[in-house]
């Protein structure tokens, strides 16, 4: 973790955890304000959960349906999921 400008950069890692081995992801750099990053530490630290399994979480509300795969659409759309 470092700063830049006063804006925190966190190294990420994304992806399923298995046998404490990392099944699936990849690294990727978020910038993020101080009072940004304090809420998340804070959330992780109550809810004992990773940075990354929140920042998951909340992309997939936020964008799941609306980005969800074309053949995901079709099969709600046709009743089969």
């Known amino acids: 973790m470092?700063?830049?400008?006063?804006?925190?950069?966190?190294?990420?890692?994304?992806?399923?955890?298995?046998?404490g081995v990392m099944k699936q992801g990849k690294m990727f750099l978020m910038r993020m304000r101080p009072e940004v990053r304090q809420l998340l530490d804070q959330a992780a630290a109550e809810q004992r959960r990773t940075r990354v399994s929140i920042l998951e979480e909340l992309i997939l509300e936020a964008y799941g349906k609306r980005y969800q795969s074309t053949q995901d659409r079709l099969n709600k759309l046709l009743g089969g999921a």
Not at 2 to 19: M, N, W
């Open 2 to 19: 470092a700063s830049v400008d006063g804006v925190t950069v966190l190294e990420l890692y994304s992806g399923d955890i298995q046998g």
